[in-house]
Each structure stands twice: as C-alpha cells, then as structure tokens.
C-alpha cells in the first residue's frame, strides 16, 4: 500500500521568502511518480511539478522545484520569492508507473500555507 | 486550450436520491479520473475511464459508478444518497496512454450537499 505524509498542517511565510513544504511517502512500487499540487480557496486542483522515481535530477518549474531524496522517501516542495497568491493548501501525491495504464493514486492531507506581506 | 469544465457546479440533494455529476475533459485528452474531496478523509480517488472503459477503480460502494463517452466527456453517477456523500468531487483529465505518468489536469470541481 502507498502512503503519503504532510506532517505541515499550516505554515506562515513572510512574501518574498523562500518555504519548504515537507511530503514523505511510503511505497513498495520499484517505479513510481510524484506531484504536488495547489488548491486556492476556490477549490481547484493547479498542477505545480513532477518528479519521477527514475530522474536523477530534481524537477524545477519557475519558483517551483522538487528536492527529491530517494533513499530517505521525501519529495519536499521549495517555493522560492513567496507571492500573496501563493497562499492555498498544496498537496502532495503519488502514482505507481505501470505500463498499461493500471494505478491508484495517493494524496497527502495537504498543507496550508499562508502567505504574509 | 479550453481546461477541464465540470457541471453542476454546486448541487443540493436529501437523502436517498441520486446525482449526476458532468465532466468535460481537455480536448485530445482521453483519460478522465474522479476524486471525492472531504475534510475528514481527504482526497480519494474514485476511478479513471480511458477510451470508455473503467481502468482504474479506488475503494468505493457500488452506489458511485461511472461512463464515458466516445467524445472522452465523462458522467458520474451516485445512487441512494448519504449525509456521508457531502463532498467536493473533482474531475481531472489527462491525455491517457500506456504509463501512469501522465499528468492530470483539475477542474474547479462540483460541491454536493446532502441534506
């Protein structure tokens, strides 16, 4: 079975800082994908970064980028130059990769961030 | 490019009834995935359809089923409502294909309330 850990119920920024979302999985897949995504209060899921098991560099996307550590299971989320819309719970979550298509995929309980100016 | 558009976006139901929930993927996507979303479990995957078959299915009753289309649009469906069943669903679509790797991409989501 997968598992995935958000142990950040809330964090607080200063705008324009950098933060650290914490994401731990658990799973006994040998190939495997993870996500983090953002929902703002208007309830949407925004896909931000991947990472797949098997890339040997961590994903960056703008202000986003994935510091991912195999041997240790953590994918943690790096925001950098926090902006007020970035306040909005984000998730972390993860699907096996397996050919033919076959997966269920697993979420964290998310993070809230808010983001002070 | 049009995004993933979900209807009703709000719907108010009692007990005992039954619901259908619309989903319209991005075009050229052909894989189309529903989650539940509520404060005490959290997000939870209900199931995916690729090419109008069931491919993937999540720890559900049978009162959640679902279908596709041939134009990949995708219908939920939940019978004999719950006070339980009070959630945000949410769509998400993906161009589909022969890995999981495929990013999927949210629609602003559809909130039921059973009364």
């Known amino acids: 079975a997968q598992k995935i850990t958000q142990t950040q119920p809330g964090m607080f920024v200063q705008e324009k800082e950098a933060v650290t979302l914490d994401c731990t999985y658990d799973t006994s897949d040998p190939s495997y994908g993870l996500f983090w995504y953002k929902q703002p209060s208007s309830g949407e899921m925004i896909f931000l970064i991947y990472?797949?098991?098997?890339?040997?560099q961590n994903a960056t996307e703008g202000r986003y980028s994935l510091n991912f550590q195999k041997a240790r299971k953590s994918a943690n989320l790096v925001i950098s130059a926090s902006q007020l819309g970035d306040s909005a719970m984000y998730f972390c979550?993860?699907?096996?990769?397996?050919?033919?298509?076959?997966?269920?995929?697993?979420f964290g309980r998310g993070t809230s961030l808010i983001v002070h100016p | 490019k049009a995004g993933v558009t979900q209807t009703p976006r709000y719907l108010i139901k009692t007990r005992g009834q039954q619901v259908t929930l619309s989903c319209s993927p991005i075009?050229?996507?052909?894989?189309v995935s529903w989650y539940q979303q509520t404060p005490g479990q959290g997000l939870q995957f209900l199931f995916e359809?690729?090419?109008?078959?069931?491919?993937n299915k999540g720890n559900f009753p049978g009162r959640f089923s679902g279908r596709q289309f041939s134009n990949s649009r995708s219908e939920m469906n939940v019978s004999t409502l719950e006070l339980g069943d009070s959630a945000l669903y949410l769509c998400?679509?993906?161009?589909?294909?022969?890995?999981?790797?495929?990013?999927?991409?949210f629609g602003p989501g559809t909130r039921l309330t059973v009364l």
């Open positions: 990472q797949g098991s098997y890339d040997q």
């Open positions: 998400a679509s993906s161009p589909g294909g022969s890995t999981s790797t495929d990013t999927q991409y």
């Open positions: 979550a993860m699907r096996p990769i397996v050919l033919g298509g076959s997966y269920i995929p697993t």
């Open positions: 075009s050229g996507h052909r894989s």
């Open positions: 359809y690729f090419s109008e078959t069931q491919r």
